[in-house]
C-alpha cells in the first residue's frame, strides 16, 4: 500500500492490549497502545502557544493515546503561569494528573529535558517521569550518559537521545549510535525525522542503520528532504513514514511515537489530528 492512501483510511481506535513489556524493556500502558504495537502520542510543544491544560485537551480532541510533556509550559488553570516539571507541586500534578485521566491520556515521555550528571540531581527528572507513569526521558545530555544508563535501568524507563538540527551535538546520529553501543537496552534514540532532513540526511536511510536503538519519535514529515522546509500532515510530505515506521517493528520496536508539528502554531489541531488519523490508518493496516 502508498504511504498516501492509509491518509484514505477511517482511523481505527487504539486496540486494548494488556499491559506487557516492551521488546526492549519498559512498558506502555495499555491504553495507549495501538494494534500496531506502539502509542501515538502528541509532543506538547506542537501546543507550545497554549498553556498544558489547554494541550491537554487540544491532543485528546485530535484522537492520541498519549502526550510527551516539555519542561516549562505554562499550566495555566488556577496555576496560571507557573511552569511545568519536576519541581511542581503536589497541587498541581494532582490537577495535572486529574486532567490526563477526563481527557484519557497517558504520559510517554517527558523532554526535551536537560538531565544532570550530578545522580541527586538525575533522580529528580528519573522520579518525576515515573510518577507521572511515564515510558522515556527525552534528552540530549550525552555527557550524562552514565546516570541516566544506571537511573533507567533502576527505575526501568527508557533514555532517548533527541536529535536537533546541524550544528548542534547531537545532530550527527554517528554520535549518539556508537554511544550507546554495549549499554543498557532501555537506552536508545528519540529520532526527530525532520530534524535529521533539515540536516541534509534522508530519515529513512538514518534509521535502516539505528533502527535496533530506536526506543520513541518525534515524527515529522517534510516537503522535500534537499532543502529546509516545514512540517506538513504525515503522508503529504517526502519522509517515507511507513518504510521507517516498518523498519523499527521489525527490530522490535513498541514504543512512542510521539507527533511534534512545528508549524501554524495557532490553528494546527486539525493537521496533529490528520497526522494521528495516518498512524491509526498505518496500524489497521499493519497491526
Not at 489547554?54 to 492520541?64: D, N, P, R, V
Amino acid at each position: 500500500m502508498k504511504r498516501r492512501s492509509l491518509l484514505t483510511m477511517i482511523p481505527a481506535a487504539s486496540a486494548v492490549l494488556a499491559m506487557r513489556s516492551t521488546a526492549h524493556g519498559a512498558a506502555i500502558p495499555a491504553e495507549a497502545l495501538t494494534a500496531a504495537g506502539f502509542s501515538i502520542a502528541v509532543q506538547l510543544w506542537s501546543f507550545r502557544k497554549f498553556t498544558l491544560l489547554e494541550a491537554l485537551e487540544m491532543a485528546a480532541a485530535a484522537g492520541a493515546g498519549g502526550v510527551e510533556m516539555y519542561p516549562g509550559q505554562r499550566i495555566g488553570g488556577e496555576f496560571g503561569k507557573a511552569q511545568w516539571g519536576p519541581e511542581a507541586t503536589g497541587e498541581q500534578v494532582e490537577a495535572v494528573t486529574g486532567a490526563l485521566r477526563k481527557h484519557g491520556l497517558k504520559v510517554v515521555n517527558y523532554g526535551v529535558t536537560k538531565v544532570s550528571k550530578k545522580e541527586d540531581e538525575a533522580r529528580k527528572v528519573f522520579g518525576f517521569v515515573k510518577q507521572l507513569g511515564g515510558y522515556g526521558v527525552t534528552t540530549e545530555s550525552l555527557d550524562a550518559l552514565d546516570v541516566m544508563e544506571k537511573l533507567a535501568a533502576e527505575y526501568d524507563l527508557k533514555v532517548c537521545f533527541h536529535n536537533h538540527p546541524r550544528p548542534t551535538p547531537l545532530w550527527n546520529p554517528d554520535k549518539v549510535w556508537d554511544a550507546v553501543q554495549g549499554r543498557h537496552e532501555n537506552v536508545g534514540f528519540c529520532a526527530d525525522l525532520g530534524h535529521w532532513a533539515s540536516s541534509g540526511l534522508d530519515p529513512l536511510e538514518v534509521i535502516r542503520k539505528v533502527a535496533p536503538r530506536v526506543r520513541a519519535f518525534h515524527m515529522k514529515d517534510r516537503e522535500s528532504l534537499k532543502e529546509w522546509t516545514h512540517d506538513r500532515p504525515f503522508g503529504t510530505g517526502a519522509v517515507d513514514l511507513v518504510a521507517i515506521l516498518d523498519a523499527v517493528r521489525g527490530q522490535g520496536f513498541a514504543g512512542n511515537v510521539s507527533i511534534e508539528y512545528e508549524h501554524n502554531w495557532d490553528r494546527s489541531l486539525a493537521e496533529v489530528a490528520q497526522c494521528v488519523g495516518y498512524l491509526r490508518g498505518y496500524s489497521r493496516v499493519k497491526g
